[in-house]
T-cell receptor, first 114, second 114 residues
Framework: GENVEQHPSTLSVQEGDSAVIKCTYS??????FPWYKQELGKRPQLIID?????GEKKDQRIAVTLNKTAKHFSLHITETQPEDSAVYFC?????????????FGKGTHLIIQP | DGGITQSPKYLFRKEGQNVTLSCEQN?????MYWYRQDPGQGLRLIYY???????QKGDIAEGYSVSREKKESFPLTVTSAQKNPTAFYLC?????????????FGAGTRLSVL
């Protein structure tokens, strides 16, 4: 089955700096890569996703890049703000996630230092 | 944050007891999922269902059972065979939309062993 590795497990950055979280996946058939944000005590929520036919996607301060050859994808957050503090999970799936659920990484705890 | 409801919020299980976690959605989604969240482990898929009266095992199905008698409901039973049930359980539902599968999560049930 699919295996998703996520690094780092904890990331501390100064407010206003950029943060990068990296994930690798094992199944070359995976074609859908979402990122979820889980604030303390809350449920995970989708923040951005990318399909395998696209190399990069941006949404305001957030971007995701995908390298299919190397089987890795990354989340980039620019101009970080206190509300960006949370645990971020990457995930991978074949068939857009509907066929067999999502395989998640273990999460990155992002800490924004004031 | 409405649309998918989990109950109870907290649940305690005695030795040898089966307990059932409730998950209800009013989003008219076809697919539903159960994940287990442990500290530092990310989210791991227990069971998923793409359609009424059909469900599939995920990565860690041993010691759990599910049913999908109605589109809106996907209860999870933690059986006495699950030797380490203490965890945070998240239910999710989704519909595929133009190749994307956005999963919407409930608020979770925290299960502890007495």
């Amino acid at each position: 089955g699919e295996n998703v590795e996520q690094h780092p497990s904890t990331l501390s950055v100064q407010e206003g700096d950029s943060a990068v979280i990296k994930c690798t996946y094992s199944d070359s058939a995976s074609n859908y890569f979402p990122w979820y944000k889980q604030e303390l005590g809350k449920r995970p929520q989708l923040i951005i996703d990318i399909r395998s036919n696209v190399g990069e996607k941006k949404d305001q301060r957030i971007a995701v890049t995908l390298n299919k050859t190397a089987k890795h994808f990354s989340l980039h957050i620019t101009e970080t703000q206190p509300e960006d503090s949370a645990v971020y999970f990457c995930a991978a799936s074949r068939n857009g996630g509907g066929a067999d659920g999502l395989t998640f990484g273990k999460g990155t705890h992002l800490i924004i230092q004031p | 944050d409405g649309g998918i409801t989990q109950s109870p919020k907290y649940l305690f299980r005695k030795e040898g007891q089966n307990v059932t976690l409730s998950c209800e959605q009013n989003l008219n989604h076809d697919a539903m999922y159960w994940y287990r969240q442990d500290p530092g482990q990310g989210l791991r898929l227990i069971y998923y269902s793409q359609i009424v009266n059909d469900f599939q095992k995920g990565d860690i199905a041993e010691g759990y059972s599910v049913s999908r008698e109605k589109k809106e409901s996907f209860p999870l039973t933690v059986t006495s065979a699950q030797k380490n049930p203490t965890a945070f359980y998240l239910c999710a539902s989704s519909n595929q939309d133009r190749g994307r599968d956005i999963q919407y999560f409930g608020a979770g049930t925290r299960l502890s062993v007495l």
